[in-house]
């Protein structure tokens, strides 16, 4: 073969038709796809104000919503298992003392008028049960400090809690026998029954300290019961022993009301003094200065036990607080990590199932209970670790259910929605969601019925931007829904109405939602079939071109828009209105090559790349083609990457390259290749094919310059690679399939010219 054969000009010229390269090498061609999915951040969701079982934007009346706000005192819980649970409540009766207790002249206490202690009991135990009995009786009610005299009647509550202290307390501190420790307990309630009515002051007067005491005491009956299996319902004197406990509720300390909670739902209460427990509890959770109350895990344990329960029905609002609670402790990370190591995303989700199969009168109490659910389970999804759990216990299948049964009720759908807006950010997240057969059907529903929440509908969009994204299928099923491209054109239009004054901005909401919506449009543009209907769409162009022509404060919003006509001009078949509407576009991009945003410059650089396929658009680009070759100057390799691609197009046209090459075109791609080639071999391919295409009929100048910078970049010894061998691997991979053949070929091209000149 001769030398002027192998110069032969008939040699194919390079063009950018926007293709990805398949190569064995899949990753390098995925670094500078023409299709691009768009990533954006997640919507920001502003801290509730207050802890309470319904937020501030709460759709629920309030008049029509439980109360976050109530007060409670012994006089509201009920004699235990005095009556049912459930029926007509009546108010409680204002407590009349049925024992008279004499006071001396000093306010103190007569000791004549005090119930006396049970006497000795005739048949002592044997062992150890007898000895203890007869220690306690030496060494526990003999050295109870006599009530003495004062004025202040603080003080004189304050000796009522440190005998009740004093009998629990050291009772159990010597171990003694159970049926003992019960019989002399049953004592101290009628004692402090008559003492407490004639007491007006409950609790100011009480100390930490004394506080800490009764806190060990009622711990210590707590493990008491439980060593010898009494807890629940299954002793005789556990309706005393509730008396007290409820007393002590006025003493008006949250670390006492906690601990006498556990030790109340223990012992099995139910009906009122449930619900009313429930609310002690809630009542302590809403602030968050006690949220290292609940550090010990005990009351958190007992609460997910009542969960567990399967007459869930019959505990409907005593179930509501339980979880209020959960949720609002749920917000501190330290005890979502600990509820999390519970199984509580488990917990949550079956009690979720239980709520959905009921209606009728049930369906208002299972809302609001699924409302403090779904908002558990968000403050949980913030937590790394949650995620395991929600992938294991098939979470995402329920929630959508929840969606669909619940698609009325908007709190449900807002905290749901929050849910997976936060966990669709995660690759293994979002695949599970996009197997939820009815996920992107019940998202477009929502979106449909909801359209004006823009809440809500900003969520739904950017979960849907990560589905499409991440998955096919997701792809697929939204284009399939019947009317799912119809519905994202309508908000499309609804949140893209022009404001009133042509200098007016868009609310930064309404920004928001068109920039998750256009992301949307875009990833859904890489499906083939999605992409060429979607370019031969006449609305959704015009929108997009709309987005163009006007003034925002949202870069990201023009940037979306602009990737998106880059999507849909990869498709340029007859039915293409981008295609159609080129000259229009081109006018816009130009604009766009003016901005201050590199980000904006390369999104519209990236267009003309498509779009310079076209002879008419080619020949408008030239007319301004110093915007172009300037780019080239960019220290940015992404931008001359694309600049490059919309030269390649250009020189394809004979009448072009002169003009280019008179523009310093050839001087500024060797600067380019010089330094960018070692660090970006995918760029330093696309300067050699402009070369290639610029020197096709006519003398390039600093070809001496260019040869030397070829012969180093083609020798692989004389490289200096990464250290990494990832990174080398991938780096070596773009030098041998992407630089190495086009190199080659336009270094044999100058050294040929140069033995023929």
């Not at 970049?713 to 991938?730: F, I, K």
């Amino acid at each position: 073969m001769s030398l002027m054969e192998l110069q032969d000009k008939s040699e194919r010229v390079y063009m950018s038709t926007g293709l990805r390269r398949q190569t064995s090498a899949e990753i390098v061609s995925e670094a500078r796809r023409s299709l691009r999915t768009l990533a954006t951040q997640r919507p920001f969701t502003p801290q509730e104000k207050h802890r309470q079982l319904f937020g501030e934007s709460s759709s629920r009346a309030l008049d029509g919503r439980p109360p976050s706000a109530f007060s409670l005192h012994a006089r509201h819980f009920e004699a235990p298992d005095s009556r049912p649970g459930s029926g007509t409540r009546l108010s409680p009766l204002e407590h009349k003392p049925g024992l008279s207790v004499s006071l001396d002249e000093d306010g103190g206490v007569d000791e004549a008028t005090l119930p006396k202690p049970p006497a000795e009991r005739g048949n002592a135990r044997i062992g150890s049960g007898g000895s203890r009995a007869k220690l306690l009786r030496t060494a526990s009610i003999n050295r109870l400090p006599p009530m003495r005299p004062n004025s202040k009647s603080k003080k004189r509550t304050k000796t009522v809690m440190t005998m009740l202290q004093l009998i629990l307390c050291e009772t159990f501190s010597l171990k003694c026998d159970l049926d003992t420790v019960i019989c002399f307990v049953h004592w101290n309630i009628q004692y402090t029954d008559q003492v407490f009515s004639k007491t007006t002051l409950i609790g100011d007067a009480v100390s930490d300290e004394t506080v800490g005491e009764l806190c060990n005491a009622c711990n210590g009956l707590h493990d008491a019961l439980a060593e010898k299996g009494m807890l629940g319902r299954q002793f005789k004197k556990r309706s005393a022993i509730l008396r007290t406990l409820f007393r002590l509720i006025d003493v008006g300390s949250d670390q006492l009301n906690l601990t006498l909670a556990k030790l109340i739902l223990a012992l099995n209460v139910s009906g009122n003094n449930l619900l009313n427990i429930c609310k002690l509890i809630f009542k302590i959770s809403r602030n968050a200065s006690n949220d290292a109350l609940f550090l010990n895990g005990c009351i958190l344990d007992s609460l997910l036990s009542l969960l567990h329960c399967e007459d869930v029905w019959s505990k409907g609002e005593a179930v509501l607080y339980c979880v209020g609670s959960l949720k609002l402790l749920s917000g501190n990370s330290a005890l979502s990590r600990m509820l999390l190591s519970k199984g509580f995303i488990g917990v949550l989700l079956q009690l979720s199932k239980r709520m959905m199969h009921e209606g009728g009168g049930q369906r208002i109490i299972a809302g609001h209970i699924l409302v403090q659910v779904t908002a558990a389970l968000r403050n949980i999804a913030d937590q790394s670790e949650s995620r395991p759990s929600f992938l294991s216990s098939k979470a995402f299948s329920t929630l959508c259910l929840i969606l669909e049964n619940h698609r009325k009720d908007l709190d449900i759908c807002i905290n749901v929605a929050r849910i997976f807006s936060k966990l669709s950010t995660y690759t293994e997240c979002c695949h599970a969601l996009a197997e939820s057969p009815r996920c992107c059907s019940v998202f477009l529903d929502l979106l449909s019925k909801h359209s004006r929440k823009q809440d809500l509908v900003v969520r739904l969009l950017f979960t849907l931007g990560n589905l499409t994204a991440k998955s096919t299928e997701a792809r697929e099923r939204v284009y399939e829904e019947e009317g799912g491209i119809d519905v994202l054109l309508d908000l499309f239009q609804v949140y893209q109405e022009t404001p009133s004054s042509p200098k007016q901005c868009r609310a930064p909401e309404s920004e928001d939602v068109l920039v998750k919506l256009i992301r949307l449009l875009a990833n859904l543009a890489i499906h083939p079939t999605v992409g060429t209907a979607l370019a031969a769409n006449t609305l959704c162009v015009q929108l997009l071109l709309e987005v163009l022509g006007t003034k925002h404060t949202s870069e990201e919003l023009v940037i979306n828009a602009v990737a998106t006509i880059n999507n849909l001009s990869f498709y340029q078949g007859e039915s293409s209105v981008v295609h159609s509407q080129h000259t229009h576009i081109s006018q816009l991009l130009l604009k766009l090559l003016l901005s201050s945003s590199m980000d904006v410059v390369l999104e519209a650089t990236r267009v003309f790349g498509n779009l310079s396929q076209i002879k008419d658009v080619r020949h408008f680009i030239m007319q301004h083609k110093g915007y172009v070759v300037t780019l080239l100057d960019s220290k940015t390799p992404d931008v001359c990457f694309s600049a490059c691609g919309v030269l390649i197009n250009l020189s394809a046209d004979p009448e072009n390259r002169a003009m280019l090459r008179a523009t310093g075109t050839v001087q500024k791609l060797i600067d380019c290749l010089r330094d960018f080639g070692p660090q970006d071999w995918h760029l330093a391919a696309v300067v050699c094919q402009t070369l290639w295409n610029c020197s096709l009929d006519g003398e390039l100048q600093h070809t001496q310059e260019l040869l030397e910078i070829l012969r180093f970049y083609t020798d692989r010894g004389a490289l200096h690679w990464p250290s990494d061998e990832g990174v080398r691997q991938v780096q070596e991979a773009c030098w041998e399939l992407l630089f190495l053949p086009v190199a080659e070929r336009l270094r044999r091209r100058f050294y040929i010219e140069d033995i023929i000149t």
